[in-house]
């Protein structure tokens, strides 16, 4: 009882319900990537080879940003960042599968996290934002990403809640500690997110800013927004 008791009030803390829901997300991810984790077997999926021979031949020869690429069938190719991160995994799990199933995992979690942050921006409630959160990750065409094993997508999905988080802190603030993080946001985004989420997520961002120019807040009007 001493124990509950005291779980209870560190839910109540300041910061202790949003570890909680973390946690919540963190063991649900656990769950249901168990396989993954916990086994020695490479990743299904229909293009799985193809990520893990991406991490291994860039890791064999520490090609991860070079421009000429020798799996882009001998023309040259942008560097897409996301290889910066698939390196980052690498030097911690020295084998390409084990990099696979843990990037493909941190994507999910990753995109619990962000969607948490941006809804409980909107909303300040905890339930609400932990509902985005479990909709925003669990549902069925996310799903179709891992068992593809389609880690560009996941990533631009992983990461699309963010980049709408940081914008809307930029236009409300215009401050330059919430411009240069939208900045960074946005070179990531045209760098490393997959060619059809750059048009769709695109496209959402510039519909974001046109609601927030003709749905002003009650502390702003519409010149006023213009003007920002």
Known sequence: MLAFRR??????????????????????????????????????????????????????????????????????????????????????????????????????????????????RYTHQHIAALSASLIYTLNQWFFTQFTEAHGDITFSYALAPLLFLLLDKALETRKSRDVLPLALGLFVFVSGFHPQCIVIYGAFLLIFIIFYILLPAKSNNFGTRIKR
């Open 7 to 120: 779980l209870k009030e560190a839910a109540h803390a300041k910061y202790g319900r949003i570890i909680v829901d973390f946690v919540i997300i963190s063991i649900l991810g656990v769950i249901i990537f168990r396989k993954f984790l916990f086994s020695s077997d490479w990743p299904g999926g229909g293009d799985a080879l193809g990520m893990i021979y991406r991490v291994y031949l860039f890791g064999r020869d520490f090609r991860w940003l070079y421009v000429w690429r020798p799996q882009s069938f001998s023309f040259v190719e942008g560097i897409n960042l996301l290889d910066f991160f698939l390196m980052l995994i690498y030097f911690v799990c020295r084998d390409p599968s084990n990099t696979t199933k843990l990037f493909l995992f941190s994507s999910f979690l990753v995109a619990g996290f962000s969607v948490y942050a941006f809804a409980y």
